[in-house]
């Protein structure tokens, strides 16, 4: 059997990836069952994989300010959806054969596992995929922390952190097409350019954990493969 880098990784989506950039749609099934396609490659190889599911494509706390909602009610509003996503996420992993756990920082027992961490390192230990739903459970975070959190917590070796973009470039590649893609970059060179890989909390926490980041394209089919298994063209390390 192939030989893979990582023995565990947390791999973070964005809620907006799971709409397969429909903003009429909150969830595209067919990406869904893409992406589940891409991770049972990496399960397969015998790769323990966490997993945290922004929650973008229904809700963002932030977002509903200005219509008078307050800010930590919009944020619980934006926790929940992630849990949305994450049920989502499971039954199309499940859909392909895979064992998972979900665990939800934010306690509904009826649908999901409380968030214990040593459950969790357990379940990873058992191969079974751990989803990390409802954030951190505060208000004022992101997901992006969450993924940086979930990620130290659980003692993944990297966050893969999946976009639409196959890594971080000199410009906007979507606007300016003279952009380059960094293939790697230090903490200090990406705070330095001021590129936003992350917000500034889960940047820092990966810089001060030792924590390396992959920003790299999750739609392009074989990428996240290829990057576990420990080909370095694929995306940005910042490490
Ligand atoms: N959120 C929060 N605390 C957390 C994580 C998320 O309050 O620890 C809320 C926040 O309102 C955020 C929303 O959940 O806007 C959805 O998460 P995020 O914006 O990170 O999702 P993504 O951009 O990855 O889809």
Redesign the pocket.
Known sequence: MPQPKYKRILLKL???ALNGGDKNQVIDFNVLDEYAREIRRVYDVGVEIAIVI????I?????VEKSGIDRVQ??????L??VINGMAVQSALEKHGMYTRLMS?IKMEQVCEPLIRRRAIRHLEKKRIVIFGA????????????ASLRAIESEAEVVLKGTRVDGVYTADPEKDASAVKYAHLSFDEALAKNLKIMDLTAFALCKENNLPIIVFDMNKPGNLYNLVMGDDSVGTLVS
Request: glycine share 28%; proline share 3%.
């Open positions: 964005s809620g907006e922004g929650g973008g494509n809700f963002r706390g932030a977002s919009g944020d619980h509003m934006g926790m959806a992630t920082a954030g951190t459970g505060n208000p004022y975070f992101t997901t992006d922390t969450t």
